[in-house]
């Protein structure tokens, strides 16, 4: 009769371990899966700017993994040239870009490529705008018709 006694009291820790276990198995991955997202970037998204800027900066979510070709970006000017000068530098989760600070009005496409802290890659683009280019030239407003 002992051993039944045993075996009965035995059960509900077996099965509260059998529900711990089935729990973080199920919900564990859930925490772990969401890479870091894009929070701020300056200049921003869809952003007006009068020049090109010295320097671009992207914030993220977490602190990034920082390596040999583990960051990357690449800043375009209208007309498709690179206006990147350099390599991009990570410091926790702020990534700066330094730029050429000269180019044309227009618009300027950023395409970016970081790794989480989960150590996935994440990647995004974005294009802001420059009012006044070096030369002087400005992007022309629309006219009301």
């Known amino acids: 009769?002992?051993?039944?006694?045993?075996?009965?009291?035995?059960?509900?820790?077996?099965?509260?371990?059998?529900?711990?276990?089935?729990?973080?198995?199920l919900f564990a991955p859930l925490s772990a899966s969401a890479h870091d997202a894009?929070?701020?970037?300056?200049?921003?998204?869809d952003e007006s700017v009068e020049t090109v800027p010295t320097e671009l900066t992207l914030t993220f979510s977490a602190k990034l993994i920082d390596g040999e070709g583990a960051t990357e970006v690449v800043v375009t000017a209208p007309d498709g040239t690179s206006?990147?000068?350099?390599?991009?530098?990570?410091?926790?989760?702020?990534?700066?870009?330094?730029l050429q600070g000269a180019g044309p009005a227009g618009e300027y496409h950023v395409?970016?490529?970081?790794?989480?802290?989960?150590?996935?890659p994440t990647s995004g683009e974005y294009s802001f705008t420059v009012t006044?280019?070096?030369?002087?030239?400005?992007t022309s407003a629309p006219t009301a018709t």
């Open 1 to 25: 009769m002992k051993t039944i006694a045993l075996r009965h009291s035995a059960t509900p820790i077996a099965l509260a371990a059998a529900l711990l276990a089935a729990f973080l198995v």
């Open 38 to 45: 894009l929070v701020s970037s300056s200049p921003a998204a």
């Open 83 to 98: 206006v990147t000068d350099g390599a991009a530098a990570v410091e926790g989760a702020i990534v700066t870009q330094p």
């Open 111 to 120: 395409i970016w490529k970081v790794v989480s802290s989960d150590g996935h």
């Open 132 to 138: 006044v280019g070096d030369d002087g030239s400005a």
